[in-house]
């Protein structure tokens, strides 16, 4: 396992970490409603503050998870520039309906 941490280049390594960052922001921004929801005796500046990390959380998610398609495109053709071929594909791919499932429960 080591050796497979140690051979992986620059593309895999922004790939792991925008994907975990897409992952954190979405908890983040999910975490925020739940505790709006549930902690009704949260004060007026609290629950601001709350709903101010959601919203910051939710536009960073969507941000991150959109990114990922032309990231995962560079890694399918092994860190070279891809057309919008490419990029179609990808977004067409399980990864891009995940990305839009994503980015509309980040909506609501």
Do not use: H
């Not at 790939?15 to 009704?40: H, M, P, Q």
């Not at 960073?60 to 990231?71: D, E, F, K, L, Y």
């Not at 071929?85 to 791919?93: D, Y």
């Amino acid at each position: 396992m080591l050796s497979a941490i140690v051979s992986a280049d620059s593309i895999q390594w922004v790939s792991i970490i925008v994907k975990a960052a897409a992952y954190a922001a979405t908890l983040l921004a999910a975490g925020s409603v739940l505790i709006l929801l549930t902690l009704r005796t949260l004060s007026v500046a609290d629950r601001c503050v709350v709903r101010n990390v959601g919203l910051a959380a939710a536009f960073m998610a969507v941000i991150v998870s959109v990114a990922r398609i032309p990231i995962q495109a560079s890694f399918l053709t092994g860190g070279t520039l891809t057309g919008p071929m490419l990029l179609t594909m990808v977004a067409e791919s399980p990864l891009g309906s995940s990305i839009a499932i994503r980015v509309v429960g980040l909506g609501i």
